[in-house]
């Protein structure tokens, strides 16, 4: 069965220290993996997608399939980052996209 | 352009009665989907629509659950018989459909049972 770990509830950095939100998945296929970010009073919305290997925000995350990881990564976190994020997978060639319990991001001044 | 759409914002009804929520997608998004979102959860899918016909229903919990899209636009999710765990926020999201694609999502309806 498709599922997604995301094994901190709440992490809480200073600004300007590097950042680490972790995802697990499982899945023995390919799967697309994506962050989404909801900011305080705002939607869901799309961080970004393994598939176009992109930086966005400062933020990266790169897919390890012996790990079966997606971490999100941010060098130096800024209080505006401050946010819940939530991993999320589908099957290769499915809509099905199965979230995780989400990380909540609190970045400290 | 408009967003996703979800009416009404809130709902409060009785245990046992029936209850429709609405999604508005994005003009020409011919993918819609429903979650349902429990607090302290991520989303848990529960139907995804691919034009008027529903693609993947295997998220929803049971029979009591039941959604429509009958001109591939506007979707209406239906709860019949509600109980107190329907409690949660229901959240639409729409796409272009084509694989890898960004979800847009709507602002959610909170359905409180009571």
């Known amino acids: 069965a498709q599922r997604v770990t995301q094994p901190e509830k709440l992490l809480s950095v200073f600004k300007g220290a590097p950042v680490e939100l972790k995802c697990n998945y499982s899945?023995?296929?390919?799967?697309?993996l994506f962050w989404y970010v909801q900011y305080s009073r705002q939607r869901l919305q799309l961080l970004l997608r393994?598939?176009s290997r992109e930086s966005i925000k400062g933020f990266t995350a790169d897919l390890n399939k012996g790990e079966t990881s997606f971490h999100l990564k941010k060098p130096f976190a800024q209080e505006e980052d401050s946010a819940m994020y939530y991993c999320c997978h589908a099957r290769t060639g499915g809509f099905k996209t199965i979230f995780g319990a989400g990380t909540r991001l609190f970045v400290k001044a | 352009g408009a967003g996703v759409s979800q009416t009404p914002s809130n709902k409060v009804t009785e245990k046992g009665k029936y209850v429709e929520l609405r999604c508005d997608p994005i003009?020409?998004?011919?993918?819609l989907y429903w979650y349902r979102q429990s607090l302290g959860q991520g989303p848990e899918f529960l139907i995804y629509f691919q034009g008027t016909g529903a693609a993947d229903d295997s998220g929803l919990p049971n029979d009591r659950f039941f959604a429509v899209r009958p001109e591939g636009s506007v979707s209406t999710l239906k709860i019949q018989r509600t109980e107190r765990g329907d409690s949660a926020v229901y959240l639409c999201?729409?796409?272009?459909?084509?694989?890898?694609?960004?979800?847009?999502f709507g602002q959610g309806t909170r359905l409180t049972v009571v």
């Open positions: 393994h598939i």
């Open positions: 999201a729409s796409s272009l459909g084509v694989l890898g694609t960004e979800a847009f």
């Open positions: 899945y023995s296929g390919s799967p697309e």
């Open positions: 003009s020409g998004h011919t993918a």
